[in-house]
């Protein structure tokens, strides 16, 4: 229990184009995904918090416009980098809280690395 | 926000050797996870752990809640040990963890 998908697992993609990465929650519900990012060599940081039904919050620092957050339905969160550049590249990974009841804690996704040329 | 402090940043142990890894919180969390992860950057969760202790099979991990800190024990390491363990925690469940910046651990032959 407490499956996390997230796709695609892997991405290259040209400088200027977007790049659209799936969350989604298999096996229980997310009204709250998070979204990651980790530099090589470097811990996760907390990119932004996607709210279903709502607006995302961004953490202090990051473009909102840049990384448009979507989420649709409680077991999806897409995540889209537009206008993409090399500075973009990254792994992104993201992650959802399921209910008390699974004490579990959080789970994550396996991530998608991005690169940008 | 809540700060995370890990030690040691890295680790260098030989085969059979057991470790202590620890985690400092500069504010009480009430959500606190260790995860190990894996060279293709999937994070393994190893332990949900916001107070007590917990043991898993080699694995074992110790919270005292009310001193802002945790320890992950890894009795006798094995090579597929090595790799990056990270701690994480956050106030509440709405709020995205905080991660430590990691300890890397090699385990040699």
């Known amino acids: 229990g407490a499956v996390v998908s997230q796709h695609p697992s892997w991405v290259i993609c040209k400088s200027g184009t977007s790049v659209k990465i799936e969350c989604r929650s298999l096996?229980?519900?997310?009204?709250?995904m998070f979204w990651y990012r980790q530099f090589p060599k470097q811990s996760l940081m907390l990119m932004a918090t996607s709210n279903e039904g709502s607006k995302a919050t961004y953490e202090q620092g990051v473009e909102k416009d840049k990384f448009l957050i979507n989420h649709a339905s409680l077991t999806l969160s897409t995540l889209t980098v537009t206008s993409a550049h090399p500075e973009d590249s990254s792994f992104y990974i993201c992650s959802a809280r399921p209910p008390v009841s699974f004490n579990y804690g959080y789970t994550f996704g396996s991530g998608t690395r991005l690169t940008v040329v | 926000g809540i700060q995370v402090e890990q030690s040691p940043p890295d680790l260098i142990l030989q085969e059979g050797a057991n470790s202590t890894l620890r985690c400092n919180f500069s504010?009480?969390?009430?959500?606190l996870q260790w995860f190990h992860q894996n060279p293709w950057g999937q994070l393994i969760n190893l332990f949900y752990?916001?107070?007590g202790t917990k043991q898993n099979g080699r694995l074992s991990a110790t919270t005292v809640a009310t001193e802002r800190y945790s320890l992950l024990y890894i009795s006798s390491s094995q090579t597929t040990d090595s790799g990056v363990y990270f701690c994480?925690?956050?106030?509440?469940?709405?709020?995205?963890?905080?991660f430590g910046k990691g300890t890397h651990l090699i385990i040699q032959p």
């Open positions: 752990i916001p107070s």
């Open positions: 994480a925690g956050s106030r509440g469940g709405a709020d995205g963890l905080t």
């Open positions: 504010d009480s969390v009430n959500n």
């Open positions: 096996d229980f519900q997310a009204t709250t």
